[in-house]
């Protein structure tokens, strides 16, 4: 039976899973960085880094790993350098799923920037601005007191945790852009902060859109070199391709 390790924390990682869950020619691992309450992963599951590229490598030969699929966050770029790496160390086929970024239309008001630094310096005095970042990127946003921003987490902050002046939501996005719209509009939100993650999280970027708001939009780090897909289904026929084509 082939193993496949899975680097995840994706929904492309846990629908990958699902649909390979009826395959009796192969099994599958799940590898998420650390211990989140929300783990967005069905199946084997194992948690925490490897120790970097050579602890990867080392554990893809002694688990004997047939294949890795790297379907990890498109701002993940460490873990996606060491895969890169240690897979080549390992002799170990790899295919590095990335999803497209967010769709670019006419109506859209891009303002692309390189990181979340450049995107705080980027905003006017005072703006108001839905930040949908992660909580450590939006620690760079204390700088900067004089923004009112609506910052939404899925996970309530831990005590002491500094948070950027305004109002914290909990829950995760949405997927329906009328809702993103309402609550952008209670909220008078005059900018958004994002980072180019593209998938489920595009309902902002849609609502943004039919409001004419402006979109700080965080540019994605390089992946590495090597084969890429964009979707499960391309990730599924590499599969069949790699380790089980006859010869
Ligand atoms: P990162 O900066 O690229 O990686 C930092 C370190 O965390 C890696 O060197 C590795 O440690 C460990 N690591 C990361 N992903 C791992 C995985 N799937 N399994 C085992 N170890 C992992 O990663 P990140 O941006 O913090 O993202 C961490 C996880 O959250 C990823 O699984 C990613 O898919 C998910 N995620 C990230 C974002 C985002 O915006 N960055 C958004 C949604 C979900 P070692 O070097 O010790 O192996």
């Known amino acids: 039976m082939a193993r496949i390790l899975i680097l995840g ?13 009826g395959d009796d020619r192969l099994e599958t691992v799940t590898s998420l960085a650390g211990l989140t309450r929300l783990p967005n992963a ?8 490897f120790g970097g590229p050579a602890g990867l490598a080392t554990f893809l030969k002694d688990e004997r790993y047939n294949a890795l699929v790297d379907a990890t966050h498109p701002f993940a770029a460490q873990i996606a350098a060491h895969a890169a790496e240690a897979a080549d160390i390992a002799q170990v086929p790899r ?3 990335v999803r497209p970024p967010f769709e670019r239309t006419e109506a859209d008001r891009f303002i692309p920037v390189p990181d979340m630094e450049a995107a ?3 905003l006017p005095q005072g703006a108001r601005v839905f930040l949908a970042a ?21 996970e309530p902050p831990v005590s002491g945790e500094k948070l950027p002046q305004g109002e914290l939501i909990l829950g995760r996005p949405p997927s329906d852009p009328m809702e993103e719209e309402e609550l952008l509009t209670q909220h008078r939100i005059g900018w958004i902060v994002s980072k180019d993650s593209g998938g ?3 309902a902002k970027i849609v609502a943004a859109r039919q409001l004419g708001i402006p979109v700080v939009l965080v540019e994605r780090p390089a992946p590495p070199q090597g084969p890429q897909v964009p979707d499960v289904d391309a990730v599924i026929a590499w599969i069949d391709r790699t380790l089980f084509a006859p010869p």
């Open 42 to 49: 069905s199946g084997r599951v194992r948690r925490g880094g």
């Open 95 to 97: 295919i590095k799923l």
């Open 200 to 202: 489920q999280a595009a």
């Open 120 to 122: 705080a310096a980027s």
């Open 9 to 21: 924390g994706t929904a492309e990682a846990a629908e990958l899973v699902a649909r390979l869950a």
């Open 134 to 154: 992660g909580r450590r990127e939006i620690a760079v946003f204390t700088s900067r007191p004089d923004l009112w921003c609506l910052v939404r987490m899925i």
